[in-house]
């Protein structure tokens, strides 16, 4: 197969996926926010079977403006057959939290006759989590077409914070006159310190991937989808996860990744996501 005909049909698969993935994405198109995720991992292989990794992450929100999660992991991976591969790994996490206005109960009209609520402020913030799991990832081909399925079993424990909050309370000016209109307490907003408890939660997440073997070519294209699944609170699906992207291996030891990512939320308040994501990889 010449050039010309491996792009041709590398750009009919891209077109495929994408327009498999575009109704979803329109659909929450108002909503959602984009950002860049960014990795680099480190490997080394100690035995035939066993190898050892550690992996760097920064996550931004709102395009590059702000920095939303940055990670730290180690992880060990096993082949246990030449199809099945089990890995243990443990993640440091740093996520931020913005700062949330939350809307406590109705005060009343202004003097321009606006309503006016009672609220509380929450300070921004750094949340801390450790994060273990369990994984086995099942591999097998097609044809061309290398597919793999992968289920990890996590355990996450978010630690306690200190935040502060500012409270913001009004109260009529006169309360027999019944042209009285509401305006901000003299005493606030009051700021105090407040315990965020810490907390935990079990989730397994299984994800198929595919991923097309172009003869003699260094670029390998790749779809996923990933189904998150709270364990310890049924409550169906929390999230999907879709990537499309590709595989560049530059030699034997360096690899780049490159991909783009919709998560859509289902069970969350947050709203769904894009992101643009590199990674680098490279053998020790």
Known sequence: MNTNSKIKKLAAYAAAIALTLAPMCKAHA??????????IEAKKKLTDKLSFSI??????????QEIDRRALGLSMSY?????????????????????????????????????LW???????????????YAQLTASWKIGRIKFSLRERLQYQ???SALIYEDKYRYELTDINDP??????K????????????????????SRLTAKWDIRKCKIEPFASVELFTRT???????KLRYRIGADYKIDKKNDITLYYMFQDNHSSDNPAGHAIGIGYTFEL
């Open 30 to 39: 108002e909503s959602d926010d984009f950002g860049i995720w960014s990795s």
């Open 55 to 64: 992996e760097g992450e920064l996550r931004t929100i709102s395009g590059v």
């Open 79 to 115: 082949k246990v057959l030449d199809w099945l591969k089990a890995d243990l790994g443990y993640i440091y996490i740093q996520s931020f939290n913005a700062t949330e206005k939350k809307l406590k109960e109705i005060a009343g009209p202004d003097a321009d006759g606006n309503e």
């Open 118 to 132: 009672n609220y509380n402020v929450d300070h921004s913030y750094w949340e801390e989590r450790d994060r273990f």
């Open 157 to 159: 424990y978010t630690h």
């Open 179 to 184: 042209n009285a209109y509401f305006t901000p």
């Open 186 to 205: 003299d005493e606030f907003p009051e700021s105090s310190p407040e315990i965020k408890d810490s907390k935990h939660n079990t989730v397994l997440r």
């Open 232 to 238: 310890d609170e049924w409550r169906g699906h929390d």
